[in-house]
């Protein structure tokens, strides 16, 4: 995404999450099954110190921040297989969030919670096996209500 100055809060020096989702939602095609914005600017929602994502539950949009989970924003070196992961990680709890599954209590499920950046690095990139149901009987009925070319999971 370019950067999204209309998001941005000058007392906070950070971007208004929902303020960007509002945004793609006036922007994602109407025949698409999930959209998702990707920046590099650091995000807030109102009651948050920062989120690395922001997700409609059950919509079309989703966002996701890279400025949290670059290695270096942690005095790190730079290391791009990690930057991936936790990208993987945020892109696919967002995607979820989007196909209405909820945060997870198991601490290992790419749905549960991230609150820190040790919350992502913990995760595993994928769904529990309760989880993995829940995405791939909503991706199943979605499909079959919007004529969507469903994947073979």
């Not at 670059?70 to 936790?86: A, C, E, G, K, V």
Request: charged content about 25%.
């Amino acid at each position: 995404m370019e950067n999204p100055t209309y998001a941005y809060d000058e007392t906070r020096h950070q971007y208004n999450s929902k303020v960007i989702l509002k945004h793609l939602l006036q922007c994602c095609p109407h025949d698409t099954l999930s959209f998702m914005g990707v920046t590099r600017v650091d995000l807030f929602v109102p009651i948050l110190k920062y989120v690395f994502g922001l997700a409609q539950i059950k919509g079309k949009c989703s966002l996701i921040s890279l400025y949290r989970l670059l290695p270096q924003f942690y005095n790190q070196p730079p290391n791009r297989d990690l930057l991936m992961t936790r990208i993987e990680k945020t892109a696919l709890h967002e995607l979820g969030h989007c196909l209405g599954l909820t945060h997870c209590r198991d601490r290992r499920c790419v749905m549960h919670s991230s609150t820190r950046i040790e919350d992502t690095d913990f995760k595993q990139p994928e769904f529990c096996p309760t989880c993995f149901e829940l995405f791939k009987w909503r991706l199943e009925k979605l499909s079959r209500e919007g004529n969507y070319l469903m994947p073979k999971l």
